[in-house]
Structures are given as C-alpha cells and as structure tokens.
C-alpha cells in the first residue's frame, strides 16, 4: 500500500470504476479523477488539472473519448508535464491498438520522464453491455462497419487487473502490455455468443463506412462521426486481427475469453429488459 493517493482519470467509465473498486479492495489510498470527484478532473478544463494532480505518487490515465480526437496528444503532453512537475512516479496510460494518434500519446508518457506502464487495448467486450452497444444489442441488431474481420476483443476486468497491477506492484516499469481476449471472433461471432446469453437473438449487420459515418453523423454531428469513421477505418481493417500474450505476461494468468464475459455480463442483470 502506498500512501500517496493514486490518482485514477475516467474514474466512473469503463476501466476506471473497476481499477478505483480494486485499489480499494487493496487497501490503497484512492483518488477518483471524475468530473463529479470532490476534487474534479475535467479534461476540458486544464485548471482543474494541478488540483487533482496534487500530492499523487501514481496515475491511471484514460483519456475520453479517444486518444485519436484532435488535440487529445496535445493535452496528454500538457497533463504529463504538470505530474512531473508535481512529483509523480508513476504512470499507467490506457491506449488502443492499431492507432497511429494513441501510439503518439504513448511515445509522450515513454518521454515524460516519469516511471511508466502502457496498456493498449483491444476492442472492449464491455461495449456491448456498458458501453454505446447495449442498445442496440438489446435491440437484437449490431451495426459496425467491421466486414467480417476479426478482434481480440477483451474483457475490461482484465485491463483492469492489469493497470492495478502496473500501479501498485514493482516489475512493470517501461513495460508495453498490448491486452487482448484469447480469441479472435468476428463480430457476427460475438452476436452469436450474446444471443446464447441474453435471451434474445442479436444479428451482426456489416455496413460500409459512408452508412456508418451517415448514422453518427445524425446520433453526434459531422465532427465526432468524422473522428469515430477515421478509428474505425484504421483499426477494423485486419491489421489488428492477432491475438497477444499481454495479459499473461503482466498478469500471469490467461485472457478471459468472451464466452466467459457474457456469463458474467448476464449474470450481473447489464441486459435485463423485458424482451
Ligand atoms: N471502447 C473500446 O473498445 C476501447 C478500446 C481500446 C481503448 N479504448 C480507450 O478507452 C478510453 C475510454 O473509453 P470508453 O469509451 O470506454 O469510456 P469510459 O472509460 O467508459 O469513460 C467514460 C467516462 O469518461 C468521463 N469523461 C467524459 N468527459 C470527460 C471530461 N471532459 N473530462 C474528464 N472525464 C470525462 C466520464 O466520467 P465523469 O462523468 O465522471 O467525468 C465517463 O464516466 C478511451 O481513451 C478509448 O480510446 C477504448
């Protein structure tokens, strides 16, 4: 246990509610880097950076929405230059395969100066029952313009276990985890698999990138349907379809596997709707 806090941004999303839960499982001091903290942490709003920076000795740093959204490396530079000046020792930075502006984040945390642990994930499985997916999935149709190719697609716990590890354990300094699932599923696979755990049929539907930007753009405007059709463009074109032996290597324990993930999902009642 440390006693600087540990500093953890995106502290209600995905990753971060699960890495706060399993530091304070731990018995670590936490501090919840969150719009809504008592201390806030916006990334709109640099003043509110040096505040929640203060007197931490580790950081989690999940950028939103996507390390790929203009300015975004721009911020992460401004952000690890304040840690450093505020004495941080440790960074652990959440980033995406397959993404040539997250790999230029990553190079500024390597050069940061500061004790680092990347972690660069896959495509979430909690996507499709926390994320921008559950509707849709409940729905019973998923539209991406993913063609038939495949993802590593992972379980979020294990991203998770991983940060926690590279944040409150030694062995981890300098370390790149590319975190993947054991299995590469396409994606009417993965619909598959969720209808054998919601009780509901779930089809996967391909559609092109022009209908995929046309839908975002009337759900988010022009701009964020513009930067989500790049993301997707790069990273559901085959060059991520490898699995990788990230979570063993930090973790010493396989990947969960994405059967494993709906059971959990259904149990934990994230798809209870009447049908
Ligand atoms: N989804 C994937 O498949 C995937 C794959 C690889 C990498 N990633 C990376 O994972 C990261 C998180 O993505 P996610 O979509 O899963 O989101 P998420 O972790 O679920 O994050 C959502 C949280 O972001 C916080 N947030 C929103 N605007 C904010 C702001 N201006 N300042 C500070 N916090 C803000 C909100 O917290 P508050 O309301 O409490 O402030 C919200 O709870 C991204 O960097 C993404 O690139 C995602």
Redesign the pocket.
């Known amino acids: 246990m440390q006693d600087q806090p540990i500093l953890v ?8 509610a699960r890495i706060v839960r399993k530091l304070i499982e731990k018995g670590e001091n936490v501090r919840a ?5 008592p201390i806030p ?4 709003d640099p003043e509110t950076w040096a505040p929640a920076l203060s007197g931490a000795g580790a950081v989690y740093v ?7 959204f203009p300015g975004a490396s721009d911020k992460i530079e401004a952000l690890t230059a304040l840690a450093r000046s505020a004495g941080v020792e440790r960074l652990v930075l ?4 397959g993404e040539p502006h ?1 790999q230029l984040c990553e190079g500024i945390v390597v050069r940061s100066g500061i004790d680092y642990t990347l972690v660069r ?4 499985a ?2 499709f029952s ?2 921008y997916l559950v509707e849709p999935a409940l729905n019973g149709e998923i539209t991406l313009p993913a063609g038939d190719v495949r993802e590593p697609i992972i379980d979020v716990d294990d991203i998770a276990d991983v940060a926690v590890a590279a944040l409150t354990e030694d062995g981890h300094k300098g370390e790149l985890y590319e975190v993947t699932g054991p299995e590469l599923l396409s994606f009417a696979d993965a619909a598959a698999e969720l209808s054998r755990h919601m009780g509901r049929e779930v089809a996967y539907r391909p559609i092109s990138l022009d209908d995929f930007h046309a839908d975002m753009t009337g759900i988010a405007g022009d701009f964020v349907a513009d930067v989500l059709t790049e993301i997707c463009r790069i990273t559901l074109d085959g060059r991520n379809e490898y699995v990788t032996d990230g979570v063993e290597r930090a973790l010493g324990r396989p990947a969960t596997d994405f059967a494993a993930f709906c059971r959990k999902a259904a149990a934990s009642g994230f798809w209870k709707r009447a049908a």
């Open positions: 941004i995106g502290a209600t999303g995905k990753t971060g880097g969150s719009r809504h903290a942490f916006d990334w709109d999940s950028y939103f929405p996507d390390l790929a959440l980033s995406g395969r997250a994930a896959s495509w979430f909690q996507n926390e994320g």
